[in-house]
């Protein structure tokens, strides 16, 4: 029989095997039955795990979190802890103090969850919809593209340089994500690209 365990999984599998089977070589197999109706249900065994990457710095690191609420059932997800994954190449289960402290800023009040956009000669951001973000976010770099490629050198040799946009990645992606941002910045003609970790 094939059984597909992560290493998370076998760990906690394996130690339970071995606690059960150690109490009931000491001859407690009916004392193991009522310890274990006093034992509390262990407080992350409903909720619903989601991968993510830690978005702090370039390491990556890969992320659990745990949350309750039924989606499905419009209820809305509470976050109510986060931890390294152990089956994560990168990171192992590990995290640095930043890390280890994601759930107090993801739960923080004064994160931000939507774009602001300052209007020209604004003093104030304003929240708008994710759509609208990207339709404005479009639109500029279409029409700086249309208004300043740079199609051929002095001598006539193509480059196709945009040099009046630039873009600023984030670090903390996937390689996947990474290759994908790259190809679409560079397809563009863009030349200022970078991010926070200059990788
Ligand atoms: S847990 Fe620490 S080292 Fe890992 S990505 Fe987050 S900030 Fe970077």
Request: overall charge neutral; charged content about 25%; hydrophobic content about 40%.
């Amino acid at each position: 029989m094939n059984i597909d365990l992560s290493r998370r999984g076998f760990l906690r599998l394996a130690g339970a095997g071995a606690a059960a089977t150690t109490l009931g070589a000491m001859g407690f197999g009916q004392a193991e039955a009522q310890v274990a109706a006093h034992v509390r249900s262990f407080k992350l065994a409903t909720t619903t795990e989601t991968r993510n990457i830690c978005t702090y710095c370039s390491v990556a690191c890969g992320i659990i979190m745990y949350s309750n609420g039924d989606l499905n059932a419009g209820e809305k997800a509470e976050l109510i802890h986060i931890e390294g994954d152990a089956d994560h190449p990168t990171n192992r289960g590990t995290l640095c103090p930043k890390g280890s402290a994601l759930k107090s800023y993801v739960n923080a009040e004064t994160r931000l969850t939507h774009p602001r956009y300052r209007a020209p000669g604004s003093d104030r951001f304003e929240e708008i919809s994710w759509d609208e973000a990207f339709d404005k976010i479009a639109r500029a770099i279409k029409d700086d593209r249309d208004a300043n490629l740079i199609e051929t050198d002095d001598k006539g040799t193509p480059v196709n340089r945009l040099t009046t946009t630039g873009f600023l990645a984030a670090s903390a992606t996937t390689n996947e994500t990474a290759w994908a941002t790259w190809k679409v910045v560079r397809s563009l003609g863009i030349v200022g690209f970078d991010n926070q970790a200059r990788v």
